[in-house]
């Protein structure tokens, strides 16, 4: 038995729909009649790809312009809630401003938000959330109770993002509210961090580098091989916290969930929240030199080695096609 309406939460990065946006699409066809989107900023901009993706409508505030996004699209839809009704489940993204947006909603409406999401059952009318626990060696299910609006977050990479075919969504415009003192707060500068290559979370192929490389300069052989495969490099919390690479690189439960079709994981031992952020790969090939390493329980393809030795011939390989 399928929901009634489930809204999802539609972000976007340099002028382009997030993945994540796409994924959670996917999984509200899959368990409601309709579905619809809301968004911060021109519904315009939006609704040509997430009507391609199954939404029906977008729900848009207008251009936020320098005003915090959080506060001003929880207003918006919590007024449009409170006028209109509720849908049966909103769904947004384990990101920035979906984990703002899913707060400030929640404290507004009176509602509870179920967090890190991998997966969505519904059984009759009731709702249940499926979340990894114990750093993603066991799944638990938390149903929602009371008539309250049910809100989740959503883990990255939780669902194939697979375009429906829809024609473009309508466009709803959402009057935001005066948001008070909250509404002052202004945003004077965005910093982000340059980078080259594919996104590391959308990546096909993701090369990763862990403690066994043995110093930060080895790290070199990680980037090099990733250039050569057109891939993105990552790498585990272990030289993130030794200040080898930055936080962005890191692949785990507290970095990025990254599901791409080739993952190789270099001197990287295999602990669990590691794994956690890269077991959906479609194949995994683990370099180490520890044959009873735990990245071997989950690889595809294992090679028993010294990185420093079978890194260098790799890249020698594959400069030489």
Known sequence: MALDNVWVFAETADGAVKTITLEMLAKAREIADEVACFYAGDG???????GEHGAGTVFATGDIDDGLLGPAVAGALAAKIEADGAPDLIMLGTTYDGRDVAGRLSAKLGAPVITNIVDIEVDGDDVVGVEPVFGGTTNVKTKFTGDAVKIVLVRPKSFAAEPAGGSEADVEDLDV??????????????HVEETTGPKLEEAAIVVSGGRGL???SKYVMVEELAKLLKAAPGASRAIVDAGWVPYSY?????????????????????????MVGMKGA???????????????????????????KVMPKLIEALQGR
Do not use: C, M, W
């Not at 315009?44 to 997430?50: F, I, L, N, Q, Y």
């Not at 479609?282 to 420093?308: C, Q």
């Open 250 to 274: 890191q692949v785990g439960q507290t970095g990025k969930v990254v599901k791409p079709t080739v993952y190789i994981a270099a001197g990287i031992s295999g602990a669990t929240q590691h």
């Open 282 to 308: 479609k194949y995994i090939i683990a370099i180490n030199k520890d044959k009873e390493a735990p990245i071997f329980s989950i690889a595809d393809l294992g090679i028993v080695g010294d990185v420093h």
């Open 177 to 190: 509210p005066d948001l008070g003192a909250t509404g002052a707060a202004k945003v004077t500068a965005r």
């Open 44 to 50: 315009d901009d939006v609704a040509e790809t997430v």
């Open 214 to 216: 043995g110093e930060q």
